[in-house]
T-cell receptor, first 110, second 114 residues
Framework: QKEVEQNSGPLSVPEGAIASLNCTYS??????FFWYRQYSGKSPELIMF????GDKEDGRFTAQLNKASQYVSLLIRDSQPSDSATYLC??????????FGPGTRLSVLP | GAVVSQHPSRVICKSGTSVKIECRSL??????MFWYRQFPKKSLMLMAT?????????EQGVEKDKFLINHASLTLSTLTVTSAHPEDSSFYIC??????????FGNGTRLTVT
């Protein structure tokens, strides 16, 4: 059974702080890793994807991947109240078999 | 690019009736589309994988006779909830891949069965 685990939260951070979201996965064959943001009542929207070990930065977001530890994280710098949402980690094996984690609820306090 | 359109966004129906939800890839061809279901404050649950020109692959525990999936063209997949009951009330979301990952999601359909 392929599994993706996330802390359900809620994770509360003050505005302007760094939010750190973590995800672990069980399938060592996973090749692609994604972070989606989902606002309440809306469908998920892609934030970032990462395929290689290391860091990938896009604006205030940084994805970090460590395949040896089967760990992927998302850092949000200068957190804003508008970042308050549920963040879903997803892993895939060559575009097949997408597996989603349960999501972490992030609350950015003004 | 890679826009997935889902319709309707909201639907209310009476118990015993059927509801059809459409999922379209607007600017790409999708040989595979995925249908998810999500209950409030819960994660996405994959219901089935829709393959163009062939039968859908359903996840364990999903009734194929209740949730009919048709993927007749490279840009359209439909999910029909047959003989809907209140317990079928949920948020249904489709997604598709434009050749390579990531998944692109439609805006979802909020189904309420009264």
């Amino acid at each position: 059974q392929k599994e993706v685990e996330q802390n359900s939260g809620p994770l509360s951070v003050p505005e302007g702080a760094i939010a750190s979201l973590n995800c672990t996965y069980s399938d060592r064959g996973s090749q692609s890793f994604f972070w989606y943001r989902q606002y309440s009542g809306k469908s998920p929207e892609l934030i970032m994807f990462i395929y290689s070990n290391g860091d990938k930065e896009d604006g205030r977001f940084t994805a970090q991947l460590n395949k040896a530890s089967q760990y992927v994280s998302l850092l949000i710098r200068d957190s804003q109240p508008s970042d308050s949402a549920t963040y879903l980690c997803a892993v895939s094996n060559y575009g097949q078999n997408f597996v989603f984690g349960p999501g972490t609820r992030l609350s950015v306090l003004p | 690019g890679a826009v997935v359109s889902q319709h309707p966004s909201r639907v209310i129906c009476k118990s015993g009736t059927s509801v059809k939800i459409e999922c379209r890839s607007l600017d790409f061809q999708a040989t595979t589309m995925f249908w998810y279901r999500q209950f409030p404050k819960k994660s996405l649950m994959l219901m089935a994988t829709s393959n163009e020109g062939s039968k859908a692959t359903y996840e364990q525990g999903v009734e194929k006779d209740k949730f009919l999936i048709n993927h007749a063209s490279l840009t359209l997949s439909t999910l029909t909830v047959t003989s809907a009951h209140p317990e079928d009330s949920s948020f249904y979301i489709c997604s598709a891949i434009d050749g390579t990952p990531p998944l692109h999601f439609g805006n979802g359909t909020r189904l309420t069965v009264t």
